[in-house]
């Protein structure tokens, strides 16, 4: 066969062969267990609180659109374990699942601890009255000395920096928070911000680049005359690292062989899910003048 021939003949093979389809698609459904009904806690309290809210939901599974069902018609008590005070908190009658009491601040002792209890209905369907609990130790309040807010053209980016006195020996666990004119701008999972004070155990933090608000999309998030707060909140370790455990399991993960996602562990007793913790909030508060922090 001729070269130039043999050439023509190979080209269209070439071609025909990119022409065929080289995948398909395939709807494969998954026949997934689904795991026992629990109890869930979202019980997070601090010293800035008008009221201590308990809110109690059952788990629902993985792919389901429906929203998780209130748990109703618990008894949900905290105590501070050295004094016995015991607060009961009632459900909202029109929110249900919601377990509310007026703020108790002589019950958030720097240092000691506090118990959360919840006996409630048949979680179980047993027949049974479950009871669950979880202790919370409460933080020591670290006070904000200052705080600036600047924007960064490079990274569009608006920058909150803190000064502080970080305490000496003391592990100190921190959240961090910006609010404007009093509605929380950093509410998202993915927006919540912790650290540890390994870097700067002992030392003054001064004008630290502690949070970040993407401005790529707005950059008149703050307006002249806008209260801009940033928030140095105190926490527990435990509460540390259930956080990090939120971001770990909301984030991508790229390496090939990494685990499947799993329900963060929290500090409930009895298998249930979500967290008990207790904060103690710092705040300085700004006036936006966009003449300053524009620059």
């Not at 190979?10 to 022409?19: K, N, V």
């Not at 920096?161 to 921190?174: G, S």
């Not at 140095?232 to 455990?245: D, G, K, N, Q, V």
Request: aromatic letters at 10%; proline letters at 5%; glycine letters at 4%.
């Amino acid at each position: 066969m001729p070269y130039r021939l043999f050439h023509i003949i190979r080209s269209a093979l070439f071609i025909l062969f990119l022409a065929v389809p080289t995948q398909c698609t395939e709807i494969i459904e998954l026949d997934l267990k689904t795991d026992t009904e629990r109890l869930v806690v979202d019980a997070v309290i601090s010293n800035q609180d008008r009221y201590f809210v308990v809110k109690l939901s059952r788990s629902v599974p993985y792919f389901s659109t429906e929203a998780a069902p209130p748990v109703n018609h618990a008894q949900v008590k905290m105590i501070n374990e050295r004094t016995n005070q015991i607060i009961v908190l009632q459900e909202d009658s029109l929110l249900t699942g919601h377990y509310y009491a007026e703020a108790s601040p002589e019950l958030l002792v720097p240092g000691e601890t506090l118990k959360l209890l919840i006996n409630q209905p048949d979680l179980k369907r047993e027949g049974n009255l479950e009871s669950y609990w979880a202790t919370a130790t409460v933080p020591e309040m670290v006070p904000l000395d200052s705080a600036q807010i600047r924007y960064n053209a490079t990274r569009e980016t608006w920058q909150m920096l803190a000064f502080f006195q970080d305490p000496p020996e003391v592990e100190n666990f921190y959240q961090i928070k910006v609010v404007q004119n009093n509605y929380t701008v950093t509410r998202r999972p993915d927006e919540i911000r912790i650290s540890s004070d390994q870097l700067f155990n002992g030392n003054y933090v001064n004008g630290v680049w502690v949070h970040s608000i993407d401005a790529s999309n707005n950059k008149s998030q703050f307006e002249d005359g806008d209260k801009v707060a940033l928030q140095l909140i105190s926490i527990s370790e435990s509460f540390y690292h259930f956080i990090f455990a939120i971001h770990q399991e909301i984030n991508t993960s790229a390496p090939l062989f990494t685990g499947p996602a799993a329900n963060v562990p929290g500090n409930i007793s009895g298998q249930a899910l979500g967290i008990f913790a207790v904060t103690a909030i710092s705040e300085y508060e700004i006036i936006f003048d966009s003449e300053i922090h524009n620059q």
